[in-house]
């Protein structure tokens, strides 16, 4: 099972445990902000960064949701996968990201670049020249 795999496993079973814990009433807000944490815990060297894209992902594909309540739909997890691809220095080839998400990765890591570890910085980077973000 690779990192992206084990990331939407997760987020099932936090989906799970929620609508389990609170029978009728999922809280989708809830649940998403506990799904976007996981990047920070599946990503030690690059906490901030992962933070962000967390941040970045629950604001603008949950809060902006014709109903959040209800979320995270499947292609907003798809999303979320492809962001931990990004976060790992790989590219999910599923052209699932949008050129706006790509910009705004490009920002995040403009911002935290002197902290990364250079390899990653270099396969990010690479990413974000091949899709034009930057």
Known sequence: MND?????????????????????????????????????????????????VGDYWYSTYITSAAEPQKEPSEENLDKLSAMQNFLEGIDDENQILSQQDWQELAQIIRFEAEDMPLELLSSMMSLIVEHDAL
Request: glycine content about 2%; aromatic content about 2%; hydrophobic content about 40%.
């Open 4 to 52: 992206c795999e084990k990331l939407i496993a997760d987020a099932h079973r936090i989906i799970k445990h929620e609508r389990a814990e609170n029978a009728d009433h999922y809280d989708g807000l809830k649940a998403c902000s506990k799904i976007a944490d996981l990047l920070p815990r599946n990503n030690p060297a690059i906490i901030s960064i992962a933070r962000q």
